[in-house]
């Protein structure tokens, strides 16, 4: 059996307006290369008043029906919901980008039947 939703996933895009794609080899950058990153920490730390948790609700919707492979990016993200500053918000759009390279991934689930021996 396969699923996908690449409808669901271009309606998030456009609704958030995250359709500006640069590309990426992983959903997140690590804390670590973050941190080395931000030379302009303050402006990261402003409050935002982006729908951030919208996005990340309709993230993790995703994540849980067809795309298991970013579901540990998505509750990373969901776990600034209370406080969302620039940089968060900043970070959820790099991580559409992921979105958009792989509009058309696939998941797909095989199930076999197990042959019972005594």
Same mark, same amino acid.
């Given at each position: &059996?396969?699923?996908? /939703? ?8 456009? =609704?958030?307006? &995250? ?5 990426? !080899?992983?959903?997140?950058?690590? =804390? /670590? ?8 920490? *303050?402006?990261?730390? !402003? ?5 951030? $948790? ?11 029906? *067809? =795309?298991? !492979? ?5 509750? %990373?993200?969901?776990? $600034? /919901?209370?406080?969302? *500053? ?10 559409? !980008?992921? %979105? ?19």
């Amino acid at each position: &059996m396969s699923i996908t /939703q690449p409808e669901y996933t271009e309606k998030i895009l456009e =609704r958030f307006n &995250m359709k500006i794609c640069n590309t990426h !080899d992983t959903p997140m950058i690590t =804390r /670590q290369v973050k941190n080395r990153n931000n030379k302009n920490k *303050t402006k990261l730390d !402003d409050p935002t008043d982006a729908p951030y $948790r919208e996005a990340i609700g309709s993230l993790l919707y995703l994540a849980g029906a *067809t =795309r298991p !492979d970013i579901a540990y990016a998505v509750n %990373l993200l969901s776990r $600034r /919901q209370n406080n969302p *500053t620039k940089g968060d918000w900043t970070e959820s759009k790099e991580f559409s !980008d992921i %979105l958009e390279e792989q509009l058309t991934w696939v998941c797909t689930i095989e199930v076999k039947p197990k042959s019972w021996k005594l």
